[in-house]
């Protein structure tokens, strides 16, 4: 079951016991109530957790699995199977807010696609995924490289990384290990009565970039990730014409920038 789609399913106990325990620490941090589970499998993990939640939806297109799936739904007061390819699943019918802790397992070929659709600036949910390590690398807060979608994820979101899962946990085992991260909405409500410090998002910079400048100027120079800057705006002078390239900047590349120097970049002239 599954084959069609790439899924490789978690069949290592202790390894779900532990990103079980991830789960159930996420929600009680951030007082999340509900529950998305995107590709939920043969539901091991879902049998897990979905008692926690008020509210589950289970994303799962593959319906082969669904004789897996239904007995955990039927036993839960609120709880769907939603036969959408989560990729066109409307964020409103699915009714997105702060409440809802987004939980999976993702392929390779859909983990960026998902983060786009779900992590971005406007949302305002949380996450708890096993990736490819791979992925992790490329998406990890503190990177020198920094691809374009480091800096859509981690424009509202701080990564960690769990712990690593070996091929072995899987069937059938995947060429690649894996990673258990979370996705923490910056900065997030605490559940004291005095609020959070804000100085890690100023640490961060992102209180100073605009999310959508940010986006139109990657779109642009996001495909010449080996080219300077200053060889990138000699190139593309007139679409670059309402952002600014400062004389210290000219030598580094997209990757080597920080919040702070795309801060400068994105201001208007």
């Not at 390894?15 to 941090?29: G, R, W, Y």
């Not at 096993?130 to 374009?148: A, F, G, R």
């Not at 990673?179 to 005095?194: K, L, W």
Request: charged fraction near 25%.
């Amino acid at each position: 079951m599954g084959k069609k789609f790439g899924q490789h399913f978690l069949s290592d106990y202790w390894v779900l016991d532990h990103i079980s325990e991830t789960v159930f620490s996420l929600k009680e941090e951030l007082w999340c109530t509900k529950l998305i589970e995107i590709w939920p499998g043969q539901g091991v993990l879902t049998r897990h957790i979905i008692s926690a939640f008020d509210q589950v939806k289970l994303l799962e297109i593959d319906t082969s699995l669904e004789p897996r799936l239904s007995p955990l739904v039927h036993e839960h007061k609120d709880a769907e199977i939603i036969r959408w390819d989560v990729l066109s699943a409307d964020k409103e019918s699915l009714d997105i807010n702060q409440d809802i802790l987004v939980v999976g397992n993702l392929p390779y070929y859909i983990t960026s696609p998902i983060f786009r659709k779900f992590f971005v600036e406007r949302s305002a949910i949380w996450g708890v995924f096993l990736i490819q390590k791979e992925v992790w690398e490329k998406i990890k807060t503190i990177t020198k490289q920094k691809s374009y979608l480091w800096w859509l994820v981690n424009y509202a979101y701080d990564i960690d990384y769990v712990f690593t899962v070996p091929a072995s946990a899987f069937t059938p085992p995947p060429k690649v290990q894996s990673a258990v991260v979370t996705f923490r909405r910056h900065p997030h409500p605490s559940p004291h009565p005095s609020p959070l410090p804000t100085a890690s998002l100023a640490e961060g910079g992102r209180s100073g970039v605009d999310f959508d400048r940010m986006v139109e100027f990657l779109d642009i120079v996001s495909q010449y990730s080996r080219k300077t800057l200053r060889k990138i705006w000699k190139m593309r002078t007139e679409d670059l014409a309402s952002f600014t390239l400062p004389e210290e900047l000219e030598g580094m590349r997209l990757q080597e920038l920080g919040w702070e120097e795309m801060e400068k970049i994105l201001g208007e002239k």
